[in-house]
């Protein structure tokens, strides 16, 4: 596998643990079209097939891979103080759950 | 009741025109923001953030604000589930890492954007996420593959969206002159004409088609254009004006018209002074003037205005309007 799946799997690890990550890898390794015939340019679309199966949500994986996995919370921009502890506080599930 | 789905998209438009007075209309609404809009507000404000980097003289600390407003707003859109407009950011961060000249990690967010569009049935914004692939491969000098992606873009944006559309043909026109496929790229550029968006655009593309023409040996043409080209940049970039202007010294030396070549070197004198915050480009002009010309010295001067265009000042040539 090339390095680019290991980072992949390294991220999602961090997120979902070891099990999680140990269901995603095969899955991967099932399909030996996780990579188009140019290396650099991933099939996103099966990996989004794999997701689907596993329940995950592409956003997260996205978002883990987009951040190089380092800070699941992002900087918080200056003045948005408020809406970063919003969800912080998980307020904004509350909002779903009255919807 | 306001209608933030309208507002968004309004000022979205209006940062192409005014990012400052748009910067300060987002800022001021931003506690008033609904939960469910926020994702795309922090989408709009980040793109803000990188217009004003086109015009600012430092522009790495407007694109680094603008990256960390795109981050924030990826991580409420996926903590509020929102695939779509985590795909519209994704794409929005792909020009920033673009400006900076990353086009490699640019593709992958511009794949990734593409797929979550798809899962979201969104055709336009797969069109939208498939030409900015496109765009990034070539840059990447992946020539073919650019084609594959303009051509699929080409059939999932709908006739609305004219700029893009633009963009695609103008895209296509890019990669088959590279390839020496004149006939093709002279059809794309011909077709972009109708679907022109700005005369930015405008004055882009007679460059381009002056640069198909010259490819299929049609001088006349090519002149033509790029005369068209010149003239329409002279009032809105002195860089871009000097560069299209040294490139018709050189086709019309290249055709014998050595009288029409020094008329138009002497047009340039004009530039110069403006061009004073540019030394490169304003000494590469002079220079080309003193010296005998010939077309060894106008090359010279062609290659020391296009090294110029990589450096971050560039955009500093803009003509204030």
């Known amino acids: 596998m090339t390095q680019r799946v290991v980072e992949l799997l390294r991220l999602q690890m961090k997120q979902a643990g070891r099990g999680t990550m140990a269901r995603i890898q095969r899955e991967l390794e099932l399909r030996s079209t996780f990579f188009s015939e140019s290396p650099d340019r991933i099939e996103v679309a099966v990996v989004l097939q794999v997701l689907e199966q596993l329940d995950i949500s592409p956003a997260a994986f996205f978002s883990a891979l987009a951040q190089g996995g380092d800070e699941l919370m992002p900087a918080v921009p200056e003045g948005c103080e408020d809406i970063a502890s919003y969800y912080q506080e998980g307020k904004h599930l509350e909002e779903a759950d009255d919807a | ?321």
Not at chain 2, 151 to 178: D, I, K, M, W
Not at chain 2, 233 to 242: I, K, V
């Open chain 2, 1 to 321: 009741m306001r209608d933030w789905v309208a507002w968004l998209r309004e000022l979205d438009q209006a940062r192409y025109e005014d990012p400052e007075r748009v910067l300060s209309e987002l800022e001021a609404a931003r506690s008033r923001v609904p939960a469910s809009h926020q994702p795309r507000y922090f989408g709009v404000y980040g793109s803000t953030h990188r217009m004003l980097a086109g015009r600012s003289q430092q522009s790495e600390p407007c694109l680094e604000r603008a990256e960390e407003l795109l981050r924030f707003g990826r991580w409420i859109a996926e903590r509020r589930g929102d695939d779509s407009a985590f795909a519209d950011l994704l794409l929005r961060s792909s020009y920033v890492l673009s400006d900076r000249g990353d086009y490699r990690q640019a593709l992958v967010l511009a794949e990734q954007a593409n797929a979550l569009f798809e899962r979201c049935q969104d055709r336009v914004g797969r069109g939208r996420a498939l030409f900015e692939q496109g765009r990034f491969l070539f840059y990447l000098n992946r020539t073919a593959e650019a084609i594959e992606a303009y051509y699929a873009a080409l059939r999932l944006l709908p006739t609305s969206e004219q700029s893009n559309l633009f963009s695609v043909h103008q895209g296509l026109g890019l990669c088959f002159q590279r390839q020496g496929q004149y006939q093709k790229a002279l059809k794309h550029a011909l077709r972009a004409e109708a679907l022109v968006p700005s005369p930015w655009f405008e004055a882009k593309l007679y460059w381009l088609q002056a640069h198909i023409y010259r490819g299929l040996e049609k001088h006349y043409l090519a002149e033509q254009r790029l005369t068209r080209a010149a003239d329409m940049l002279s009032a809105l970039h002195y860089g871009e004006a000097a560069l299209a202007a040294v490139e018709l010294v050189q086709l019309q030396m290249l055709q014998g018209k050595t009288k029409a070549a020094g008329d138009t070197l002497r047009s340039i004198i004009g530039l110069v002074i403006p061009l004073g915050g540019n030394h490169e480009v304003a000494a590469a002009i002079v220079e080309l003037m003193r010296d005998k010309l010939t077309l060894e010295a106008v090359e010279t001067a062609r290659r020391q205005i296009e090294t110029a265009k990589e450096c971050s000042q560039w955009h500093s040539l803009a003509v204030e309007p």
